[in-house]
């Protein structure tokens, strides 16, 4: 009986060891979210059981891993806790967070449909104009992935108006590149790119910029642009090495070999395109996927344009998935009404 005490005791995190995880884990869901994950899944198991507003940070952050990873297990074992009896009074105030970050989830499993009923009621939550952006920021990309093209670029250009922060600013900017890039209006396309870039790079967010930089660079390699290509590949190049995610750099290597052969005349070696094969599984996985094939058209080269249709037909294009991915996760504590948003976006 005693040593069972004990060993509670030394396996519960300290305060200290509970701030200094915090810290690792913001970290690491900008720079490596399966990291993040592991990490969050780790210390589980010790986090205290009394609530706390220091333990609801951790928890919080805990499901934004969760969600970056898309593990159904993680994200649904955290709002569990959180929609307990006994954490009530801590998530006051804090629905807006959980139910935005469950969202998120479901729309990177391609659950649209309950993405977009959980994004109005998130709206429900929102207090000014700042979180209001924010929702609207992320239904819009919603409505991106299932199709309605229209809405979203509407929504985003209100948000636009509404947006006080810089940072929400810099993300409406990006997903607008994102809608004009899909509407082929890529001129429009690299302007938004530029400028969410120019934030990022700023701030000092690896993650993000990276992001932003890729789409400005694919953005000009679909214009053929490769003066402005050459201007930003170094400056995306040192954001793709801080953040260290491995989905950027194998992107990035397509675009320089991509730029290196039909601007430079080189030919690809046999390891080259070896590896360009070996990063095909993970880039149709993402949203950058769906610009391979335009890639692999212009390098021209018959091996890597079979690789990349035997590949298809195991990993569809991220855009033709149309069936849900993973579990959903309800969230009937908070959003059992959402009659008033949903009002709000069929104004839309």
């Given at each position: 009986?005693?040593?069972?005490?004990?060993l509670s005791v030394t396996?519960?995190?300290?305060?200290?060891?509970?701030?200094?995880t915090?810290?690792?884990l913001?970290?690491?869901?900008?720079?490596?979210?399966?990291?993040a994950a592991?990490?969050?899944r780790?210390?589980e198991?010790?986090?205290p059981?009394?609530?706390?507003?220091?333990?609801?940070e951790l928890?919080?952050?805990?499901?934004?891993?969760?969600?970056?990873?898309?593990?159904?297990?993680l994200v649904?074992?955290v709002?569990?806790?959180?929609?307990?009896?006994p954490?009530?009074?801590?998530?006051?105030?804090?629905?807006?967070?959980?139910?935005?970050?469950?969202?998120?989830?479901?729309?990177?499993i391609?659950d649209?449909s309950?993405?977009?009923?959980?994004?109005?009621?998130?709206?429900s939550?929102?207090?000014?104009?700042?979180?209001?952006a924010?929702?609207?920021n992320?239904?819009?990309?919603?409505?991106?992935?299932?199709?309605?093209?229209?809405?979203?670029?509407k929504?985003?250009?209100?948000?636009?108006?509404?947006?006080?922060d810089?940072?929400?600013i810099?993300?409406?900017?990006n997903?607008?590149?994102?809608?004009?890039?899909d509407?082929?209006?890529?001129?429009n396309a690299?302007?938004?790119?530029?400028?969410?870039?120019?934030?990022?790079?700023?701030?000092?967010?690896?993650?993000?910029?990276?992001g932003?930089?890729?789409?400005?660079l694919?953005?000009?390699?679909?214009?053929q642009?490769w003066?402005?290509?050459t201007?930003?590949?170094?400056?995306?190049?040192?954001?793709?090495?801080a953040?260290?995610?491995s989905?950027?750099?194998?992107f990035?290597?397509?675009?320089q070999?991509?730029?290196?052969?039909?601007?430079?005349?080189?030919?690809?070696?046999?390891?080259?395109?070896?590896?360009?094969?070996?990063?095909?599984?993970?880039?149709?996985?993402?949203?950058?996927?769906?610009?391979?094939?335009?890639?692999?058209?212009?390098?021209?080269?018959?091996?890597?344009?079979?690789?990349l249709?035997?590949?298809?037909?195991?990993?569809?294009?991220?855009?033709?998935i149309k069936?849900?991915?993973?579990?959903?996760v309800?969230?009937?504590?908070?959003?059992?009404?959402?009659?008033?948003?949903?009002?709000?976006?069929s104004?839309f």
């Amino acid at each position: 009986m005693l040593a069972a005490i004990w060993l509670s005791v030394t396996v519960a995190l300290t305060p200290s060891e509970m701030f200094k995880t915090l810290n690792q884990l913001k970290d690491l869901n900008s720079k490596n979210s399966p990291q993040a994950a592991d990490l969050f899944r780790s210390i589980e198991s010790r986090l205290p059981r009394k609530p706390s507003r220091g333990l609801y940070e951790l928890y919080r952050i805990g499901l934004e891993s969760g969600v970056r990873v898309q593990d159904t297990d993680l994200v649904s074992s955290v709002v569990t806790v959180l929609a307990s009896k006994p954490w009530q009074s801590i998530t006051e105030g804090g629905e807006l967070d959980i139910v935005t970050a469950v969202a998120i989830y479901h729309r990177r499993i391609h659950d649209y449909s309950h993405a977009e009923a959980l994004n109005e009621c998130a709206i429900s939550y929102a207090a000014n104009p700042k979180e209001f952006a924010r929702v609207a920021n992320n239904m819009a990309v919603v409505y991106r992935y299932s199709g309605q093209l229209a809405k979203a670029s509407k929504i985003l250009k209100e948000s636009l108006l509404l947006a006080e922060d810089r940072e929400i600013i810099a993300n409406i900017k990006n997903n607008l590149g994102n809608i004009y890039f899909d509407q082929e209006k890529y001129r429009n396309a690299q302007l938004m790119y530029k400028r969410a870039f120019r934030f990022h790079s700023e701030v000092g967010q690896s993650g993000y910029a990276a992001g932003t930089g890729l789409n400005l660079l694919n953005t000009q390699i679909f214009l053929q642009d490769w003066q402005s290509f050459t201007r930003y590949k170094s400056s995306v190049e040192m954001e793709i090495e801080a953040s260290n995610l491995s989905v950027f750099k194998s992107f990035f290597i397509w675009q320089q070999h991509l730029f290196e052969v039909t601007q430079k005349g080189k030919e690809l070696k046999s390891e080259e395109i070896a590896q360009l094969i070996d990063a095909i599984p993970l880039l149709l996985k993402s949203e950058l996927g769906p610009s391979l094939e335009f890639y692999a058209k212009l390098l021209n080269n018959q091996l890597l344009h079979q690789a990349l249709q035997n590949q298809l037909e195991k990993t569809p294009n991220i855009r033709d998935i149309k069936a849900p991915t993973g579990k959903r996760v309800e969230l009937t504590k908070w959003c059992s009404n959402s009659s008033v948003a949903k009002k709000y976006f069929s104004d839309f």
